[in-house]
């Protein structure tokens, strides 16, 4: 939210540097995220002067160029060459003098210069009202009146106006300050806990008036649960045209551009109070009828974006006697806005309930400045008060007259609500007691109504306003941030107490696997547990009915919870390798979430996702890719650190995968891991090669539970290693050779690993080369030649006639 200091001091008046200012709105809870230098024309104007045309003659070298003599009031007066076929002797223009910057169009600077063109000599420019900022002609130069006196600034005759914006970061809470009064109210709050008394000056109605009521206009509410409150006016006899230049400063201090006085001024007003405003032409209000309501689902209705969109049957909708004009709150018809051709309006001015409003928004993906207020909660009485003070505006502006009643309808007021303080409860909750002087001079600062106070508490009215102050906390809160975070202070001693849980708690099974992983050099991700309904169809596993939806979504991104970590999680690969970050070792702890038919579900995960290089660049060593051993390496590592082991092998099945393999426990899902499917790379652009591990957290918390540890002494005596070379047929798994050579030796078999694979040359069709180690070793003795040799036989015997292995 941009706030112009400006428009902030026609509520306060203050002489603060705007830096201080804005330290001191960041202290209240208004986080000034920037401040930024504004001026109503780019540049100040500085360098440009009113120059008198002397004389003005053809250039001799060109046909479409002038010479021209211009006094520019030090007496000395110098030669321009000007292109503008407007320019003529006896002329006042606006000149930039040589060193002058001006701006291109596109807010680039560019500086003028002393030189020659086709061969006479230019000392500064003749400028237009475009390339001064002062307009958008370039027919011509700019002519000034006639009574000014040469080299009289130019900066002085147009009232260039300096102001500085502060960027905000408003947070969803606090709608009461989505306005410069709203800030200034807050900004009032500060100042007077800094010691400074400043006036709150509001913006006068005194002068308001019905002029006649010719023009009445009949307004039926026909939903008050979704409009509690509507106001409108007429007003005739308007001139639409531009708005005077100080409307059309404050607005493009805050990044506004202006259209017409009548828009300018709904606009101006709702960035003043917070109140949106809406101004139907009425020549196009057929039976001078205005109706709010629903209308039928399906019914077509073209906004001013000139689209065509389908209504929703809670739609509130603002209609003629014989069709919508305006979605209600969030945006206005193609065919009831005011033109140039308007000269008399029905002016709108109404508190929506925010829950419709947000709905509708979202549902028709529109966001605007009416709707981002009006969903968040505005001051419901202030409805009335800011549709007269645009009235007056209007009527200084346009012209006209007011020509009916003021039309206000608010069968039921919303009430401000009623809150006790406990003084002790408020000590305890901020840290230290503020004095009650001091509390009630903040809540009086704060429009809070004091209703009376005892020695234990307050009883307070809070505006109706201020919709995020409803508990005894809120007002607490509202204490502390006036009085200050910085002056609570810290206390000398700090107490706390350990709790006492099992170290098998999810938190610390966590800890311990995130620091592993850490070890293995991965990176802790965490993702958004909303995702896209798109990515239940990327596998088949998922089904679009088992989605949890959201019933007020933030986007159509968004309006789902996650059914699989996986896709988040190739957001971010996506993310990092379009930012050359290619190499990528990532986890994350989270849950999915399923609508199956017999109920809702949820399930807590560990991912792995591996993608890029193995290691960073070096000298020392040849990059490789990262690969499925890789994977398997760390999920083995994983599973043996958290004591999980016994698991059973097999191929994973599931779409997403285009090769892996599924470890189980006790018939139970430990974890299934593997090369993500190309199809579903696509869908996110990833070219390079992704793996993917998914942990069942559950499953692993129960496990690990079960973990019985053992302590036994190293073995004293040495182990043996022999190694087999073995010729086996193409479909043969090690897995295969590991399980056959447990089950020929389980007690004195240690370990058994391939050390190396060979397929190719000198090899029968159909065949591989493994070698692979056996590790024998007894606990109690040396093992000697014909004990290993009798192991060795077993093992190869068993080879052959299971596996069909051959020595090589």
Known sequence: MQISYNWLKQFINIDWEAEKTGNLLTDLGLEVEGIEAFQSVKGGLKGIVVGHVLTCVKHPNADRLKLTTVDLGDGEPVQIVCGAPNVDAGQKVPVATVGTTLYDDKGEPWKIKKGKIRGEVSNGMICAEDELGLGESHDGIMILEEDLKPGTPLAKIFEVEDDYVFEIGLTPNRADAMSHMGTARDLRAGLIQSGVHPEFITPSTSSFRIDNRTQKISVQVLNNEKAPRYCGITLSGLTVKESPAWIQNRLKAIGLTPKNNIVDITNY?????????HAFDLAKIAGKQINVKTVAAGTKFTTLDGIERELHEEDLMICDAEKPMCIAGVFGGEHSGVTEETTSIFLESAYFDPVSIRKTAKRHALNTDASFR???????????????RAVLLIQECAGGEVTSDVVDFYPKKIEDHQVVLNFDRAEKLIGEAIPKETIKSILSSLDIKINNITESGIGMTIPAYRNDVTREVDVIEEILRVYGYNKIQFKSKLNASVSKSSRFADHKIQQVTGTLLASLGFNEILNNSLTSPVY?????????????????????????MRQSLLFSGLEVVAFNSNRRQPDLKLFEFGKSYHNFPGGREEYKHLTLLLSGKQNAENWFQQQQNTTFFDLKGSVEALLSRLGIAQWKVKPVKDAQFSEGLEYTVQKKQVVSFGLVSKAIRKHFDIEQEVLFADFNWDTILDLVQQNS?????????????????LLLDQEVTFDQIYQEAFTVEKKLLQNVALFDVYEGKNL????????????????????TDKEIDKIMNKLQQRFEKSLNAELR
């Open 374 to 388: 009006f969903e968040r909660g505005i001051d419901p009485n202030i409805t009335e008060y800011a549709l007269i």
């Open 536 to 560: 239940a169809s990327l596998n088949d596993a998922f089904k679009e009915d088992y989605n949890v939806t959201m019933l007020n979504p933030l986007s159509t991104d968004l309006s789902v």
């Open 269 to 277: 007003v709702l960035h003043e109070l917070g109140q949106p405003l």
């Open 764 to 783: 029968p069709e159909g065949k591989k080369s493994y070698a692979v180690s056996f590790t024998l070793q007894d606990e109690h003795k040396t093992l």
């Open 709 to 725: 540890i053992k302590f036994v002494p190293i073995p004293k005596n040495p182990a043996v290693r022999r190694d087999f070379a």
